[in-house]
């Protein structure tokens, strides 16, 4: 069981930046894939970013270009770097974790609200 915690989110104007930080409350072991969904009302969730130990990153293409993700696994912490933020980037976001064999993802955050002003 992996308990994790985000944080980082809030209101900025377009074109801005946020940083999101998602901190697991244990080790996470390296064949543990980490992600960033998000999800705003009306629509399905997106799966934004996600990385791997291995050096695997893989970005929507609505974020490519503007949005890193890095892993800080000696902390236990996954970040998302957000840059030249959008309106169409307003959403719920939340930090997930799963085992790399398997398809799903089994933890996740409780999320934190990403608000982008025009």
């Known amino acids: 069981q992996v308990q994790l915690v985000e944080s980082g989110g809030g209101s900025v104007q377009a074109g801005g930046s946020l940083r999101l930080t998602c901190v697991g409350d244990?080790?996470?072991?390296?064949?543990?894939?980490m992600a960033w969904f998000r999800q705003s009302p009306g629509k399905e969730r997106e799966l934004v970013s996600s990385i791997h130990s291995d050096g695997r990153s893989y970005y929507s293409d609505s974020v490519k270009g503007r949005f890193t993700i890095l892993l800080e696994r000696a902390e236990n912490t996954v970040y998302l770097q957000m840059d030249s933020l959008k309106t169409e980037d307003t959403a719920m976001y939340y930090c997930?974790?799963?085992?790399?064999?398997?398809?799903?993802?089994?933890?996740w955050g409780q999320g934190t609200q990403v608000t982008v002003a025009s």
């Open positions: 244990r080790y996470i072991p390296p064949y543990y894939y």
């Open positions: 997930a974790a799963r085992r790399d064999w398997v398809q799903e993802y089994e933890y």
